[in-house]
């Protein structure tokens, strides 16, 4: 299994960018997958996560409402569309997938086996 995340760069506090995650490796097909991020000399912080089969969602209360998960079932993607960027949103964001036979939401990192490998997201004041 396989997770390629894209999307991250430069922006200015109250631009925004959007992340890509594609899963691949044969068969898999996760049906909980979720973002998370890690700042400089900090901890793995969840973002958002998203269960594809029944599309329900959840976010970290400092993204809510300015963050939007969403997945394309077809594709085996998620993706995450970040709004109002505040400098506090720097990190590098980890997609991150549970295990196949899994349906419910965790915000732990450590509920999720399979990882992308981070793309870097700056957010200037």
């Known amino acids: 299994v396989q997770l390629q995340a894209s999307g991250g760069g430069v922006m200015q506090a109250g631009g925004s960018l959007r992340l890509s995650c594609a899963a691949s490796?044969?068969?898999?097909?996760?049906?909980?997958m979720a973002w998370f991020r890690q700042a400089p000399g900090k901890g793995r912080e969840f973002v958002a996560a998203?269960?594809?089969?029944?599309?329900?969602?959840s976010y970290a209360d400092s993204v809510k409402g300015r963050f939007t998960i969403a997945s394309d079932n077809a594709k085996n993607t998620i993706s995450l569309q970040m709004n109002s960027l505040k400098p506090e949103d720097t990190g590098v964001y980890f997609c991150?997938?549970?295990?196949?036979?899994?349906?419910?939401?965790?915000?732990?990192?450590?509920?999720?086996?399979?990882w992308g490998q981070g793309t870097l997201v700056t957010v200037s004041s």
């Open positions: 991150a997938a549970r295990s196949q036979r899994v349906t419910v939401i965790a915000r732990s990192h450590t509920q999720y086996p399979y």
């Open positions: 490796g044969g068969t898999f097909s996760s049906n909980v």
């Open positions: 998203i269960s594809k089969g029944s599309a329900a969602s």
